[in-house]
């Protein structure tokens, strides 16, 4: 009888570890702090957005996937305007100003932009190619780092950006893995 005890808390035992091996844990990690100038030249500073929903997306003029996504950014900017959410795209075309206030100009984009010549920001947040997204939360935690082109104008991805600013929950569209077309760094 007492084996039978035995084995049976084993089983249990390791059950229940296998259950709590395979629960999955998002590890959520405070935002890093930049200071980048917008196209005005004002500086913009990623702490003074902090109680505000921010999707930084990082990006290149020259990138085909960058240059896909951003009609899609300005749909989802424009639907999100008048809530708690920012929109943050941070261009890292080494000429600055010249080139991207010309493609912004061109393409009717609205949202914010700030320049980031020397990269600063895709060293900070381990940036591997162009574009890849990152979603903070109100409190300045990344929730979410999405790796190349995204259509923003899918409706699960507002839902899940509704959600956060609404109630607090992150709870991604993709289920965290999916990956669009990205173009390598240079």
Not at 32 to 42: A, H, N, R, V
Not at 123 to 149: A, L, M, S
Request: contains cysteine; charged residues 20%.
């Amino acid at each position: 009888m007492r084996k039978w005890i035995i084995l049976g808390v084993a089983v249990l035992s390791f059950g229940l570890l296998l259950t709590v091996r395979r629960t999955p844990s998002l590890t959520v990690q405070s935002a890093p702090e930049f200071i980048l100038p917008d196209i005005q030249g004002q500086a913009i500073r990623l702490s003074q957005l902090k109680g505000k929903v921010v999707m930084l997306n990082i990006w290149t003029t020259w990138c085909p996937p960058c240059r896909k996504e951003m009609p899609t950014m300005e749909t989802l900017h424009r639907r999100l305007q008048n809530s708690d959410f920012v929109m943050l795209a941070a261009s890292q075309d080494v000429d600055g100003k010249s080139t991207v206030l010309p493609y912004l100009q061109e393409g009717g984009f609205t949202f914010p932009v700030v320049l980031d010549v020397n990269g600063e920001v895709g060293k900070k947040y381990g940036v591997t190619g162009y574009p890849e997204t990152f979603i903070i939360d109100r409190q300045g935690k990344v929730v979410h780092h999405h790796i190349g082109y995204n259509d923003w104008t899918l409706p699960a991805v507002e839902s899940s950006l509704r959600r956060l600013l609404d109630q607090g929950v992150w709870e991604p569209w993709d289920g965290g893995g999916n990956r669009g077309e990205q173009t390598p760094l240079k």
